[in-house]
């Protein structure tokens, strides 16, 4: 298993790596290396346009959240997220893209990546999950517009094909930790698909 994984990894960082720079990690690390905890290894291992983060860097706890926009119970989840990282500040929290609903949350997820190329990824991120009701083409253009990005160039960068790579990678990565649906979540070490409470997450923490 550990070899077909290797393999995979091999051929996904192969087809990423050119587009866009990727920390210098090697196979053995990702795969064989039992020094990190694999959570750990997955934000080492997309690159910084991938990742939406709100806490310090060097915060002894860490929650990683892959999710889809069209997702309910991310919607839900979204805010009690926001407040135990902004009520702790030994906390960080990392939202990962793993569109998988529909080709829609594809798109959004490539519009959000292309946000965080303009350092607005955080502001489009909380917009689109604080929309009430369903996420329309006005709703969208209206976040978009809030949010203070550049649209010209949010378009030109949404269709890269490094971008479309680092969708591709961090669902790969989500699947391989388990992830068979949104939310699917890490709190530090502990992996959980589905929906958490904020005190079940609270107990979690270090």
């Given at each position: ?9 091999s051929v996904l960082f192969i087809a990423i790596k050119p587009a866009y720079s990727i920390n210098k990690i090697t196979l053995d ?178």
């Amino acid at each position: 298993m550990r070899l077909y994984l290797g393999l995979i990894f091999s051929v996904l960082f192969i087809a990423i790596k050119p587009a866009y720079s990727i920390n210098k990690i090697t196979l053995d690390y990702l795969i064989f290396d039992d020094s990190t905890p694999f959570h750990l290894k997955i934000l080492d291992a997309i690159p910084d346009e991938g990742k939406i983060q709100i806490g310090p860097d060097n915060a002894k706890n860490t929650i990683i959240e892959f999710f889809d926009y069209y997702c309910g119970y991310c919607k839900k989840i979204h805010p009690e997220l926001i407040d135990l990282a902004k009520s702790n500040n030994d906390l960080r929290v990392v939202f990962i893209q793993h569109p998988i609903l529909n080709e829609s949350s594809n798109v959004l997820a490539r519009i959000a990546i292309a946000a965080t190329m303009q350092n607005k990824g955080f502001e489009l991120h909380h917009a689109l999950f604080s929309i009430e009701g369903s996420i329309t083409s006005e709703k969208l253009q209206q976040s978009i517009k809030e949010a203070g990005i550049n649209e010209v160039k949010l378009k030109i960068d949404m269709e890269r094909d490094g971008v479309k790579k680092i969708i591709k990678l961090s669902s790969f990565l989500a699947s391989g930790a388990g992830a068979r649906g949104t939310p699917s979540i890490f709190v530090n070490e502990e992996f959980i698909g589905g929906y958490l409470s904020p005190d079940r997450i609270e107990g979690l923490l270090k």
